[in-house]
């Protein structure tokens, strides 16, 4: 498959029940004028992976535009406008009386890359967006956030500790081809020592490679204490926003080109595009922190 027949991008599935926990959503207007919905809500469910259960809370990003490129009505932004001023979520009205939601078909993961404000580096997370979401009745919920699709390996390695030691879980760094024949990179990760075990002797870096798992979306808040030099120790809160696509399992064996395998020069190119994007990112922000410095006043105030 070429990279001039890829306008759809790959398989890229994501489905999920649960409560609606929070709704983050605003309307303004574009540059142009045009009304917008924008921001995300999140969805609490609960990951059901043999006879553990893991609890997630996944933000649904959202960005959608009252009328499409046509100048049609956009069904997308009508159900983003019915959640944000109909659906009751957790915070707003308890959990007794928050409704419960249902992404199906319109779910997507997607690259987000951004300039960290403190290192000044480029920083790349998954996301989930979705256009549609249904509501349903807690009695029909079927609890969890699972994806499926289809990436092309760019590199499998040992996930390491902040000390250099190996956990025993498996990093891959997926490349997802998008829309328009772009690509995103996203990483996944292999902790189910079997499920690693049959990626390392099967796949291999440029293979397309079909893959399931759930969504493991949480954030920990940790307290470290302090010794103080007087009175009562200092107590720092901090918290961790874990973002983690756990692979559980996928095809045996990497798709042929009959089946639809990716053209490595394809993604080659695709990738180059990409890097260049980064960098473009990378040099304006660099640009507009150097142009934005406020001027030492020497504690003048």
């Given at each position: 498959?070429?990279?001039k027949n890829?306008?759809?991008?790959?398989?890229?599935?994501?489905t999920?029940?649960?409560?609606?926990?929070?709704?983050?959503?605003?309307?303004?207007?574009d540059?142009?004028?045009?009304?917008?919905?924008?921001g995300?809500?999140v969805?609490?469910?609960?990951?059901?992976?043999?006879?553990?259960?893991?609890?997630?809370?996944?933000?649904?990003?959202?960005?959608?535009?009252?009328?499409?490129?046509?100048?049609k009505?956009?069904?997308?932004?009508?159900?983003a406008?019915?959640?944000?001023?109909?659906?009751?979520?957790?915070?707003?009205?308890?959990?007794?009386?928050?409704?419960?939601?249902?992404?199906?078909?319109?779910?997507?993961?997607?690259?987000?890359?951004?300039i960290?404000?403190?290192?000044?580096?480029?920083?790349?997370?998954?996301v989930?967006?979705?256009?549609?979401?249904?509501k349903?009745?807690k009695?029909?919920?079927q609890?969890?956030?699972r994806?499926?699709?289809i990436?092309v390996?760019?590199?499998?390695?040992?996930?390491?500790?902040r000390?250099?030691?190996?956990?025993?879980?498996l990093?891959?760094?997926?490349?997802?081809?998008?829309?328009?024949?772009?690509v995103?990179?996203?990483?996944?990760?292999?902790?189910?020592?079997?499920?690693?075990?049959?990626?390392?002797?099967?796949w291999?870096?440029g293979?397309?490679?079909?893959?399931?798992?759930?969504?493991?979306?949480?954030?920990?808040?940790?307290?470290?204490?302090?010794?103080?030099?007087?009175?009562?120790?200092?107590?720092?809160?901090?918290?961790?926003?874990?973002?983690e696509?756990?692979?559980t399992?996928?095809?045996?064996?990497p798709?042929?080109?009959?089946?639809?395998a990716?053209?490595?020069?394809?993604?080659g190119?695709?990738?180059?595009?990409?890097?260049?994007r980064?960098?473009?990112?990378?040099?304006?922000?660099?640009?507009?922190?150097?142009?934005?410095?406020p001027?030492?006043?020497?504690?003048g105030?």
């Amino acid at each position: 498959m070429g990279i001039k027949n890829w306008t759809d991008g790959a398989l890229n599935e994501v489905t999920m029940d649960g409560i609606l926990n929070e709704v983050n959503l605003q309307s303004n207007t574009d540059k142009s004028g045009r009304p917008v919905i924008y921001g995300d809500y999140v969805i609490k469910t609960t990951n059901h992976i043999g006879d553990k259960e893991f609890v997630a809370e996944v933000p649904i990003r959202v960005y959608q535009s009252q009328l499409t490129s046509t100048g049609k009505p956009n069904p997308a932004y009508d159900t983003a406008s019915k959640i944000m001023k109909e659906f009751t979520s957790v915070a707003a009205g308890g959990e007794e009386n928050a409704d419960y939601i249902r992404i199906s078909s319109s779910g997507k993961l997607s690259e987000n890359t951004f300039i960290s404000k403190t290192t000044g580096q480029l920083v790349s997370t998954p996301v989930i967006r979705a256009s549609f979401a249904n509501k349903i009745k807690k009695s029909d919920a079927q609890d969890g956030a699972r994806f499926k699709t289809i990436i092309v390996i760019g590199k499998i390695t040992p996930e390491l500790s902040r000390d250099g030691v190996e956990t025993g879980r498996l990093i891959i760094k997926g490349i997802l081809p998008v829309w328009g024949g772009k690509v995103e990179l996203i990483d996944y990760i292999v902790e189910n020592p079997n499920v690693a075990k049959h990626i390392e002797g099967n796949w291999q870096e440029g293979d397309t490679v079909m893959i399931g798992g759930y969504i493991n979306f949480v954030s920990k808040t940790i307290e470290t204490e302090e010794p103080s030099g007087f009175g009562e120790p200092i107590v720092t809160r901090r918290t961790i926003s874990v973002k983690e696509l756990i692979i559980t399992g996928g095809h045996d064996a990497p798709l042929t080109e009959e089946e639809g395998a990716y053209d490595n020069e394809a993604i080659g190119v695709a990738l180059n595009e990409r890097k260049a994007r980064m960098d473009e990112k990378v040099k304006a922000a660099a640009q507009a922190a150097t142009t934005s410095k406020p001027a030492s006043n020497g504690f003048g105030f």
